[in-house]
């Protein structure tokens, strides 16, 4: 029996790419696929982060590692809540967004295919960072992107 692994890097390549496409007519917006984005950059921005490795799971008995699933978290950053808010907002729909039966915004990784998309864990909370001449909001949302073979 093979088993097929979703590759993780490529996945969340995948996942960034979606959303620089999906936030691309939006101005000065940028998404980052690292924690701490580069020197210099505008507000507001988003961070991708790969919370977890591929939860493996599938059918029972014939093939429960088939699938996998992986958690993102996203970060909208503003130098006003109601910036990092705008930003979570547009997120959330690139994400979870959908088109009549199909996600508006694809997600493609190689010999897999994007088969269920969830928030997870708490959506819409903002905190605030920082020393008050420096301090940023960032709302935080955690996704669970599914994926099965192609």
Do not use: C
């Amino acid at each position: 029996m093979t088993v097929s692994v979703l590759p993780t890097e490529l996945a969340t390549s995948a996942v960034v790419s979606m959303l620089r496409a999906a936030t691309a007519s939006l101005s000065a917006v940028m998404v980052y696929d690292h924690r701490i984005p580069p020197a210099g950059v505008s507000t507001p921005y988003g961070l991708v982060l790969a919370v977890d490795s591929p939860d493996p799971d599938g059918p029972p008995w014939s093939d429960d590692e088939a699938d996998a699933t992986l958690t993102f978290q996203l970060d909208a950053v503003g130098k006003r809540r109601d910036q990092a808010q705008w930003l979570a907002d547009r997120l959330r729909a690139a994400v979870i967004g959908r088109t009549g039966p199909n996600w508006t915004n694809a997600v493609s990784v190689s010999g897999w295919v994007s088969a269920d998309r969830r928030t997870t864990g708490q959506y819409g909370r903002v905190d605030r960072e920082g020393s008050p001449r420096f301090e940023l909001y960032v709302a935080r949302a955690q996704y669970e992107l599914a994926f099965t073979p192609a």
